[in-house]
C-alpha cells in the first residue's frame, strides 16, 4: 500500500511561485512508475499537469510547459513541483500520483490558489 502525503500549497499572486512536495511512504520507491501530479479545478474534470519515470523521464501538460518542473529525491522517496510564473487559471487542487505495479494511488489534495 501506497501512501502519499502532500505540502506546500497556499495562496499567492500572479507571477509567484510556489513548490508542492509529496512523499511516499510505506513503499520501496523505485516500485512506483510513474509518480506525479494532476489537479482539478472547481467544476472541472481531474486533468494531467506532470509525471516522471523511474528513469527521469518527464511529461508535462502543454498549459504548464516551460512554467513548472517536476523532480525527485530518490533518498527522501519524495517528489517535487516547482512551479512559477503562476497564472490565476492555475487555481485549483493539486493531487499527487503514483502508479505501482496496476494500482493507482491519491495522495488526499492541496489546494493552489493565484490571485490576479
Known amino acids: 500500500q501506497v501512501q502519499l502525503v502532500e505540502s506546500g500549497g497556499g495562496l499567492v499572486q500572479a507571477g509567484g511561485s510556489l513548490r508542492l512536495s509529496c512523499a511516499a511512504t510505506?513503499?520501496?520507491?523505485?516500485?512506483?512508475?510513474?509518480m506525479g501530479w494532476y489537479r482539478q479545478a472547481p467544476g472541472k474534470q481531474r486533468e494531467l499537469v506532470t509525471t516522471i519515470t523511474t528513469g527521469g523521464v518527464t511529461n508535462y501538460a502543454d498549459s504548464v510547459k516551460g512554467r513548472f518542473t517536476i523532480s525527485k529525491d530518490n533518498f527522501n522517496n519524495t517528489v517535487y513541483l516547482q512551479m512559477n510564473s503562476l497564472k490565476p487559471e492555475d487555481t485549483a487542487v493539486y493531487y499527487c500520483?503514483?502508479?505501482?505495479?496496476?494500482?493507482?494511488?491519491w495522495g488526499q489534495g492541496i489546494q493552489v490558489s493565484v490571485s490576479s
Open positions: 500520483y503514483a502508479r505501482q505495479r496496476v494500482s493507482d494511488y
Open positions: 510505506s513503499v520501496r520507491f523505485f516500485s512506483i512508475n510513474p
